[in-house]
């Protein structure tokens, strides 16, 4: 999994496992601050993996669309927190269910490496899934949501996993959801939104980890599975959100109340 083109992915990785579900604007700002604070130089390579509650992650072209207003209380209305991503790509649901990821680069020419950063994120996924019995493929799946090349899907047919990125002097953010259960639980919040939006989507391309194994899996699986991939090429550092970044992270979420 190491970084090809002009800047390699560090060897060394920290791992930040800390959740904000009763917060999910402070949950978003946690990323933003660590994504702010590796790009400045002052924190190393990050990853970050939290347990999400129910929050519908807006991008900046929904924010803009005629029909955001609605679309924010359909999430509403469905009891999921609005939230604006901090990756790029349309509106993304996550729930208790789903696992949020992040990976946070330090680079002085983050634009230089960006598929290369999409292809080593998507296909560690892909990769944890496969380990546990998934046939799991990065590829976009017609009718699903938050469209892109970098998905995660399971057998050309159902969505299991979105990813996105950001970009920004110093550094960049590639993001995530797995969804390991609950991929109807999804589809109440995602069909009408994206109805407001007015944008396709097609309920049967929403799948979940769990509904393609047949079985109940745990959080705690996935999450392993996961660490386990990425485990494989770096040298991971358990530590938790830092006093800077959380000052950070309440600042950011305080300016976007």
């Known amino acids: 999994m190491a970084e090809s083109g002009s800047e390699r992915a560090p060897r060394r990785l920290r791992l930040i496992r800390r959740s904000f579900p009763d917060d999910p604007v402070l949950g978003t700002a946690v990323s933003r601050a660590i994504l702010t604070r590796v790009a400045s130089g002052e924190l190393p390579a990050t990853m970050r993996i939290h347990r ?33 991503r901090l990756a790029g790509g349309r509106a993304a649901v996550f729930h208790e269910g789903t696992i949020a990821f992040t990976r946070v680069y330090p680079g002085a020419h983050p634009q230089r490496s960006t598929y290369e950063r999409f292809e080593q994120v998507a296909g560690a996924v892909a990769a944890a899934l496969g380990s546990l019995g998934v046939d799991a493929r990065v590829g976009e799946v017609p009718g699903e949501y938050c469209p892109g090349a970098y998905s995660v899907n399971s057998k050309g047919a159902r969505k299991l996993s979105g990813i996105g990125q950001r970009m920004i002097r110093g550094g960049a953010h590639v993001g995530g959801v797995i969804v390991v259960s609950g991929h109807e639980l999804a589809n109440e919040a995602l069909v009408p939104v994206y109805e407001a939006l007015g944008l396709e989507l097609d309920s049967a391309a929403t799948g979940s980890v769990a509904g393609e194994l047949g079985r109940a899996v745990e959080l705690d699986e996935v999450i392993d599975a996961l660490i386990a991939e990425v485990a494989k090429d770096h040298e991971l550092e358990e530590a938790d959100v830092d006093e800077e970044t959380m000052e950070l992270a309440h600042r950011l979420a305080d300016s976007r109340a």
């Open 52 to 84: 999400p509650a129910r929050e519908l992650a807006f991008g900046r072209r929904d924010v803009v669309a005629d029909g955001y207003p609605e679309a924010v209380e359909a999430a509403r209305a469905a009891g999921f927190e609005p939230v604006e």
